[in-house]
């Protein structure tokens, strides 16, 4: 027990490593991001749910859209409301959300989540 | 003091025990109701899927190719050209990576068992035109590990390119060389504008094959 000062300063570097990533970024969180909405979007008002459910549950959605359309070839969906919509990632989704930098990428990337949609499906092309 | 040590660890072992159950139970009522949370969402938001009304309905599809019409090589270009260009299907320079749908070919390919020594050299020589039977008793699917292609109940065989694996034991299975192998992205095989919207393009690395325009 004669290097209890060298022991020490060693934990003490140690720590100061380890914990560098969260002091270093400390404060520098990135904002999440706002989506922005095309004006039909907009003008929609409503999407084919509440806007909260398709924050949280696109992507269950999708995917028993997914299954639903290609295992049962049930390809229509009805909603509270009564509204029908053909379950269609490209033609219904997209239609409405065609900015898909601005819409999708946005919050994909902010939360680190790359969907394979795109290797297949078609999204449309946004003028700029 | 034999006796001591293990009453102590009995007790020590039964209160810990005690406070391990209670604890998982609390951890468990925890996730019980996020569950039931998620059950309410659920609830809220009850809307019905259903087939598409208008979609024409059979026991079994069939499709009936009139060969007496279709007779030369410029007849079934427009065919194959309006197919493959809603389908997405790309074209490569390199036959290796053909991708078909639906193609031609002659007599003795197209019926192979039905050959005959005295058949007019009329039809000898004619293309007919090929895509995936839908056969009723389909040995790709019985091949398929994945259960990416499957039979529908109308009889319509299936690719879900979201669960092909790429393993291409359909492609062996297949009899008549209908299925094709994405052995590059299949959109370098198409020009940027001449993708069509409306319908997915398929990745490198999945099978695919006619899906009877379901």
């Given at each position: 027990?004669?290097d209890?000062?060298?022991?020490?300063?060693?934990?003490?570097?140690?720590?100061?490593?380890?914990?560098?990533p969260?002091?270093?970024?400390?404060?520098?969180?990135?904002?999440?991001?706002?989506?922005?909405?095309?004006?039909?979007?907009?003008?929609?008002?409503?999407?084919?749910?509440?806007?909260?459910?398709?924050?949280?549950?696109?992507?269950?959605?999708?995917?028993?859209?997914?299954?639903?359309?290609?295992?049962?070839?049930?390809?229509?969906?009805?909603?509270?409301?009564?509204?029908?919509?053909?379950?269609?990632?490209?033609?219904?989704?997209?239609?409405?959300?065609?900015?898909?930098?601005?819409?999708?990428?946005?919050?994909?990337?902010?939360?680190s989540?790359?969907?394979?949609?795109?290797?297949?499906?078609?999204?449309?092309?946004?003028?700029? | 003091?034999?006796?001591?040590?293990?009453?102590?660890?009995?007790?020590?072992?039964?209160?810990?025990?005690?406070?391990?159950?209670?604890?998982?139970?609390?951890?468990?009522?925890?996730?019980?109701?996020?569950?039931?949370?998620?059950?309410?969402?659920?609830?809220?938001?009850?809307?019905?899927?259903?087939?598409?009304?208008?979609?024409?309905?059979?026991?079994?599809?069939?499709?009936?190719?009139?060969?007496?019409?279709?007779?030369?090589?410029?007849?079934?270009?427009?065919?194959?050209?309006?197919?493959?260009?809603?389908?997405?299907?790309?074209?490569?320079?390199?036959?290796?990576?053909?991708?078909?749908?639906?193609?031609?070919?002659?007599y003795?390919?197209?019926?192979?068992?039905?050959?005959?020594?005295?058949?007019?050299?009329?039809i000898?020589?004619?293309?007919?035109?090929?895509?995936?039977?839908?056969?009723?008793?389909?040995?790709?699917?019985?091949?398929?590990?994945?259960?990416?292609?499957?039979?529908?109940?109308?009889?319509?065989v299936?690719?879900?390119?979201?669960?092909?694996?790429?393993?291409?034991?359909?492609?062996?299975?297949?009899?008549?060389?209908?299925?094709?192998?994405n052995?590059?992205?299949?959109?370098?095989?198409?020009?940027?504008?001449?993708?069509?919207?409306?319908?997915?393009?398929?990745?490198?690395?999945?099978?695919?094959?006619?899906?009877?325009?379901?």
């Open positions: 027990m004669n209890k000062s060298r022991i020490i300063a060693g934990l003490i570097i140690f720590l100061i490593v380890v914990t560098f969260f002091w270093y970024n400390m404060g520098k969180a990135a904002p999440a991001p706002e989506t922005k909405l095309t004006d039909k979007a907009k003008q929609a008002k409503n999407c084919i749910q509440p806007t909260e459910y398709m924050r949280v549950g696109h992507m269950q959605l999708l995917n028993v859209w997914r299954n639903e359309v290609v295992r049962d070839g049930k390809r229509t969906y009805v909603n509270q409301s009564g509204k029908d919509f053909n379950m269609s990632l490209s033609n219904t989704c997209m239609d409405c959300h065609s900015n898909k930098a601005e819409f999708c990428d946005k919050c994909h990337d902010y939360t989540t790359a969907p394979y949609c795109w290797d297949c499906h078609v999204y449309p092309k946004e003028s700029k | 003091m034999m006796e001591n040590a293990r009453r102590k660890f009995l007790k020590v072992a039964g209160i810990s025990a005690l406070g391990l159950s209670l604890g998982t139970k609390s951890v468990l009522n925890v996730f019980a109701s996020a569950d039931e949370s998620a059950d309410r969402r659920g609830k809220k938001t009850a809307a019905e899927i259903t087939e598409n009304k208008k979609a024409l309905k059979a026991k079994h599809w069939g499709m009936v190719i009139d060969t007496r019409r279709l007779r030369t090589v410029g007849d079934l270009k427009p065919l194959i050209d309006v197919c493959h260009k809603i389908h997405n299907v790309p074209k490569f320079e390199n036959s290796l990576h053909e991708i078909k749908w639906i193609w031609e070919d002659e003795k390919h197209v019926f192979p068992t039905m050959e005959s020594e005295y058949l007019a050299d009329s000898k020589h004619i293309p007919f035109l090929l895509l995936c039977n839908q056969c009723q008793n389909p040995p790709c699917v019985r091949a398929c590990p994945t259960k990416a292609t499957f039979q529908r109940e109308d009889g319509i299936m690719m879900d390119f979201h669960r092909c694996i790429g393993c291409r034991f359909c492609m062996a299975a297949c009899p008549y060389g209908s299925r094709s192998f052995f590059v992205d299949p959109r370098t095989g198409l020009d940027e504008s001449g993708i069509f919207n409306e319908f997915p393009t398929r990745m490198k690395g999945v099978v695919e094959k006619c899906n009877f325009c379901v």
